[in-house]
């Protein structure tokens, strides 16, 4: 799947920032927009990498079940 950052996309389609807030930034310098956005991408980065690690985890369970070994250290198959 191609996942483009905004400035990508932006990139691809010659828009840019044509909402009039071009001159605003924050105490520290940097577009409020700006960092709303790499906070959404911080914030789905490690949601993904959370299912990554739950799919994983599911895949290891189901194969344990499957051969009839041990989950959760039971003994028996769950």
Do not use: C, Y
Not at 1 to 16: H, I, K, P, V
Not at 25 to 34: F, L, M, N, S
Not at 43 to 62: K, N, P
Request: proline share 1%; net charge positive; charged share 30%.
């Amino acid at each position: 799947m191609d996942t483009l950052t905004m400035e990508q996309a932006r990139g691809r389609t010659g828009t840019g920032n044509s909402s009039g807030k071009a001159g605003r930034k924050t105490a520290k310098g940097k577009d409020p927009e700006a960092v709303a956005r790499e906070q959404f991408e911080a914030w789905m980065q490690r949601i993904m990498e959370r299912f990554d690690r739950q799919d994983r985890i599911i895949s290891v369970l189901i194969n344990k079940d499957a051969a009839g070994g041990e989950v959760h250290g039971r003994g028996t198959a769950v």
